[in-house]
Antibody, heavy 117, light 110 residues
C-alpha cells in the first residue's frame, strides 16, 4: 500500500522558517519524482515544488522561489521542504505527492502550516 | 505560472452527465498531453481521477473520462452518483519541470 506521511506543520511567526518532511512507502521512492502542493484555507490547489528522482533537478513556483528548498534522501525514503521568510500567504495545508505520468498520483494526508503573529 | 481556468461550479441530477472544462494556453494544456484531474471531498486529500488527458488510474470508475481540444481540457462524469459531489481540479504540465493547477470546480449532484 502506498503511503505518504507528512509532518512538521506548525504555527510560525512571519519571517520565520520551518522544514516539512514526508516519509514514503509502498512504491519505489528512489525512482519517483516528488512534489509539494499546497492549499490555502478555503482555496484551491497550488503546485509549489518538484524534485526529480536523484535530487539533481528542482523547480519552484514563482511565489516561493528563493525562499523554499526541496530536497530528498532516497536512503530514508523521505522528501523535505525547507521554508524560509514565511508570510501569511504561505498559510495552508501542504501535501506531499508522488509523480506518475507527470501527474500527482500519490497524495499524503497533508500537514498544516499557519503563519501568524 | 497563471492558473488554469475552470468554472467555479457545475451540477447535474443523478444519472445525468456533466462536463467540466479547463482552459489554459499553448504553453501548458495545449502544449503537452499531460493534463490530469483530481477529485477532493471536504477535509480529504485530493485523488487522481485522470492522467495524461484521458487515462484512468486503476480503481477509478469508467464513468469518469477526459479529453482535450487545443488549449481546453474536459472532464466528463457520466451516470452521476451522489458520491461524485466534490471539488474537481485540473492540472497541466507547463514545461521546464513546472506544473499549474486550475482554480477548482464544485460539482453538485442535485
Amino acid at each position: 500500500e502506498v503511503q505518504l506521511v507528512e509532518s512538521g506543520g506548525d504555527l510560525v511567526q512571519p519571517g520565520g522558517s520551518l522544514r516539512l518532511s514526508c516519509a514514503a512507502s509502498g512504491f519505489t521512492f528512489s525512482n519517483t519524482w516528488m512534489h509539494w502542493v499546497r492549499q490555502a484555507p478555503g482555496k484551491g490547489l497550488m503546485w509549489v515544488s518538484h524534485i526529480n528522482s536523484d535530487g539533481s533537478t528542482t523547480t519552484y513556483a514563482d511565489s516561493v522561489k528563493g525562499r523554499f528548498t526541496i530536497s530528498r534522501d532516497n536512503a530514508k525514503n523521505t522528501v523535505y521542504l525547507q521554508m524560509n521568510s514565511l508570510s501569511a500567504e504561505d498559510t495552508g495545508v501542504y501535501y506531499c505527492t508522488g509523480d506518475q505520468h507527470y501527474s500527482n498520483y500519490y497524495w499524503g494526508q497533508g500537514t498544516l502550516l499557519t503563519v501568524s503573529s | 505560472q497563471s492558473a488554469l481556468t475552470q468554472p467555479p461550479s457545475a451540477s447535474g441530477s443523478p444519472g445525468q452527465s456533466v462536463t467540466i472544462s479547463c482552459t489554459g494556453t499553448s504553453s501548458d494544456v495545449g502544449g503537452y498531453n499531460y493534463v490530469s484531474w483530481y477529485q477532493q471531498h471536504p477535509g480529504k486529500a485530493p485523488k487522481v481521477m485522470i492522467s495524461e488527458v484521458s487515462n484512468r488510474p486503476s480503481g477509478v470508475p469508467d464513468r469518469f473520462s477526459g479529453s482535450k481540444s487545443d488549449n481546453t481540457a474536459s472532464l466528463t462524469v457520466s451516470g452521476l452518483q451522489a458520491e461524485d459531489e466534490a471539488y474537481y481540479y485540473c492540472s497541466s504540465y507547463a514545461g521546464s519541470n513546472t506544473w499549474v493547477f486550475g482554480g477548482g470546480t464544485k460539482l453538485t449532484v442535485l
